[in-house]
């Protein structure tokens, strides 16, 4: 599977932004989605997951601001932000588990990120 990350740019802090993942298999349904981020100089972290039974979960420390959420468009899952702060700033990443785990615990496809910068 291909996945294909957008809706990055470069926001001031406490503005939204949507970024979106979309995936090239029609079996896209059937696969735990997750969301990563790297900040400059960082490992890059895990953000969220969205299982493909529905359940939705995201980190402590942003789930105040982010939500998962599928998108309308076809094969799509959405990484939802608000009230972003510069520590938000790095390159996203979606990434699938396509075998029924845990998209934190083994991802089996990555998109190639985007880029979300927040200034102060």
């Known amino acids: 599977v291909q996945l294909q990350a957008s809706g990055g740019g470069l926001v001031q802090a406490g503005d939204s932004l949507s970024l979106s993942c979309a995936a090239s298999d029609s079996n896209f349904n059937s696969y735990n989605m997750g969301w990563f981020r790297q900040a400059p100089g960082k490992e890059r972290e895990f953000v969220g997951a969205?299982?493909?039974?529905?359940?939705?979960y995201v980190v402590n420390s942003v789930k105040d601001r982010f939500t998962i959420a599928r998108g309308n468009a076809k094969n799509t899952v959405l990484l939802r932000m608000t009230s972003l702060k510069p520590d938000d700033t790095g390159v996203y990443y979606c990434?699938?588990?396509?075998?029924?785990?845990?998209?934190?615990?083994?991802?089996?496809?990555w998109g190639q990120g985007t880029q979300v910068t927040v200034s102060s």
């Open positions: 990434a699938a588990n396509v075998s029924g785990g845990a998209p934190e615990m083994r991802a089996d496809c």
């Open positions: 969205m299982w493909s039974a529905g359940v939705i």
